[in-house]
C-alpha cells in the first residue's frame, strides 16, 4: 500500500483541515471522497474549511473531478479558503474546481495571511486559536513536505490496517475527529492489474 497524499482532520469546533501534498496519484480519487463523506457526517451543523495546497503541484483528472464532487456536496459549508502553491498548473486547476463547485465563500489565496484573513470573520475564538497554531506551524517547517505532521507515529493496534491512517503526534482532546486516511495500493486503485 502506497501512503496517501493528503489529510483530513478536526481538531476544534467547525474548522475541518484539509492538506494536499504531491505527488498525488491517479486512483486516490475514491479515497478522497470516502475521507472527505465521512469527516462531513462527524461535524455537526456548519463548518469552514481550511485547505492547505502549498505542497502539491498538479491533481490527476480523476482527483480533480473528485474535488469537484465533494465540492458541490457541501451545503453546511460557511467558508472554504484554499493555500495555493506556487504552480500554475495547481492554480489553474483550482480556479477551475472553484468556478465549477459554484460556492460564492470558498476562495483561493497565493499567501497564508490573506487565507487566514478571510476564515477570520467567521471563526470563534478557540477556531481562531487552532488556526493560528496550523499557519504558524506551517510558517515554522514551511510547507508539508511528503508526509503530514502525523507521520512516524506509531498506529492503533485497535483498528483494522486497512482503516488505519497516519495518527496525529498530539494528544487528541475530546473535540479531536480524526478521520483515518486509508493508504492507497501499489496499483494506484486499479485492481491487481
Not at 472527505?36 to 451543523?45: E, F, T, Y
Not at 474549511?49 to 453546511?76: H, Q
Not at 479558503?81 to 468556478?99: D, E, K
Not at 484573513?117 to 514551511?142: C, H, K, M, S, W
Request: glycine share 8%; charged share 20%; aromatic share 6%.
Amino acid at each position: 500500500m502506497l501512503p496517501t497524499m493528503y489529510s483530513i482532520e478536526s481538531h476544534v469546533g467547525r474548522l475541518i483541515e484539509v492538506r494536499f501534498w504531491s505527488p498525488v496519484g491517479e486512483g486516490e480519487a475514491i479515497g478522497w471522497r470516502r475521507d472527505h463523506d465521512a469527516m462531513l457526517q462527524s461535524v455537526l451543523g456548519s463548518y469552514i474549511i481550511f485547505v492547505d495546497l502549498s505542497d502539491a503541484n498538479v491533481f490527476p483528472p480523476d482527483m480533480v473531478e473528485a474535488y469537484v464532487a465533494t465540492m458541490r456536496n457541501e451545503p453546511r459549508l460557511l467558508r472554504a479558503a484554499l493555500v495555493l502553491s506556487a504552480s500554475p498548473t495547481l492554480s489553474l486547476q483550482m480556479q477551475r474546481i472553484l468556478r465549477d463547485a459554484f460556492h460564492p465563500q470558498r476562495r483561493a489565496f497565493r499567501e497564508v495571511r490573506e487565507a487566514e484573513n478571510f476564515l477570520g470573520d467567521i471563526v470563534t475564538l478557540p477556531e481562531r486559536a487552532r488556526l493560528r497554531e496550523v499557519i504558524e506551524r506551517r510558517e515554522q517547517g514551511g510547507p508539508i513536505s511528503a508526509q503530514p505532521v502525523s507521520a512516524g507515529v506509531p498506529q492503533s493496534t485497535g483498528t483494522p490496517a486497512s482503516l488505519r491512517g497516519p495518527v496525529s503526534g498530539r494528544t487528541p482532546t475530546p473535540a479531536t475527529v480524526r478521520i483515518p486516511v486509508t493508504p492507497r495500493s501499489p496499483s494506484g486503485g486499479h485492481g491487481d492489474g
